[in-house]
């Protein structure tokens, strides 16, 4: 039985980018990417749509990624979070961090690096999301007594 697609949103205020992503990732794997260019648009399409990834910008106007994320956690999401941005400042990676986002990928130099380097972000912070999940429905499963399952 086929793997379903990796259903990514991807958020970016810049048209280029956001069409760029789109045709890198699905050379590198079966990505489903559903785009939004702001904050407010994506956090709209998270109340219908569920997804496995979110990849977004940081420095976007209005709301910038880590008030994006903030507006996510405090949904009560846990989709895994990564960031694909043109700023490499230890501040804003070290905040990032704080707040929670998976990984932080710089998306300046060599496209093909820069998207190999994502592709292979995305799988671990699945990885890892899927593995949390796994642990997290046994202890209960354990901690709930077999006449209630």
């Known amino acids: 039985m086929p793997e379903k697609p990796v259903r990514v949103l991807h958020v970016d205020d810049q048209h280029l980018w956001r069409s760029t992503v789109s045709d890198y990732l699905t ?5 489903e990417i559903t785009s939004a260019e702001s904050g407010e648009q994506a956090l709209e399409v998270l109340r219908t749509t569920p997804f496995d990834i979110i990849i977004s910008d940081y420095q976007m106007p209005e709301m910038n990624g880590i008030e994006f994320l903030h507006l996510v956690r405090k949904r009560g999401t846990s989709t895994p979070f990564i960031f694909l941005s043109g700023i490499r400042q230890e501040d804003i990676e070290g905040e990032a961090r ?10 300046t130099g060599d496209p093909s690096q820069v998207f190999s380097v994502l592709n292979e972000k995305i799988q671990q912070a699945i990885a890892r999301y899927t593995t949390v999940q796994a642990v997290m429905k046994n202890q209960v499963k354990d901690s709930v007594p077999s006449s209630f399952l």
Not at 98 to 107: A, H, L, R, T
């Open 27 to 31: 050379l590198f794997g079966d990505y």
């Open 98 to 107: 704080e707040s929670g986002v998976d990984f932080y990928v710089i998306k």
